[in-house]
T-cell receptor, first 111, second 114 residues
Framework: GQQLNQSPQSMFIQEGEDVSMNCTSSSIFNTWLWYKQDPGEGPVLLIALYKAGELTSNGRLTAQFGITRKDSFLNISASIPSDVGIYFCAGRIQGAQKLVFGQGTRLTINP | SQTIHQWPATLVQPVGSPLSLECTVEGTSNPNLYWYRQAAGRGLQLLFYSVGIGQISSEVPQNLSASRPQDRQFILSSKKLLLSDSGFYLC?????????????FGDGTRLSIL
């Protein structure tokens, strides 16, 4: 089946640092989504990307849809304590109803 | 605006007991509906999805079943729970029109099997 490789699995950073995480696949996707999940809650959509090369920002968050359509990255600038959580990428192959999820990146921030 | 509700938020059940988790969506019609399971706070496994009333697609063979008795209602069930059914269950919806619409999640049900 289709797989998404999300890295890194974990990040431990200082408050104020920038963060970068990415997802790659051997399959071609026509949608990339980035979610954040707080403990005990459902994932919340952060950014949705629909075109190769698309670069979209949401506050301090920036995500890009890779030109090859096989990867995407998410950057967080000037991290703050409320950025702590698990970030998931998800992608949809052309014509598919289902999303494929990465395994998540757990972000921990030291004040 | 659209909202999604899941209940209960937490559930502790003995092995062999039945299960019924409910999910409802408000503010939209004919949504696509999904049930996921998440183990240990990482990785979402799609269990079932539905594109309409009475239409259920199962992704993995398991001890669970799903039903969609009404347009905006999605139910996850089991006749006899196993220890391995423990986990965090998430319901999600996406608009029924437009193939590339993102999914939106409920707050989940944490199920513990004793």
């Amino acid at each position: 089946g289709q797989q998404l490789n999300q890295s890194p699995q974990s990040m431990f950073i200082q408050e104020g640092e920038d963060v970068s995480m990415n997802c790659t696949s051997s399959s071609i996707f026509n949608t990339w989504l980035w979610y954040k999940q707080d403990p005990g809650e459902g994932p919340v959509l952060l950014i949705a990307l629909y075109k190769a090369g698309e670069l979209t920002s949401n506050g301090r968050l920036t995500a890009q849809f890779g030109i090859t359509r096989k990867d995407s990255f998410l950057n967080i600038s000037a991290s703050i304590p409320s950025d702590v959580g698990i970030y998931f990428c998800a992608g949809r192959i052309q014509g598919a109803q289902k999303l494929v999820f990465g395994q998540g990146t757990r972000l921990t921030i030291n004040p | 605006s659209q909202t999604i509700h899941q209940w209960p938020a937490t559930l502790v059940q003995p092995v062999g007991s039945p299960l019924s988790l409910e999910c409802t969506v408000e503010g939209t019609s004919n949504p696509n509906l999904y049930w996921y399971r998440q183990a240990a706070g990482r990785g979402l496994q799609l269990l079932f999805y539905s594109v309409g009333i009475g239409q259920i697609s199962s992704e993995v063979p398991q001890n669970l079943s799903a039903s969609r008795p009404q347009d905006r209602q999605f139910i996850l069930s089991s006749k006899k729970l196993l220890l391995s059914d423990s986990g965090f269950y998430l319901c999600a919806w996406s608009p029924g029109t437009g193939i590339n619409q993102p999914q939106h999640f409920g707050d989940g049900t944490r199920l513990s099997i004793l």
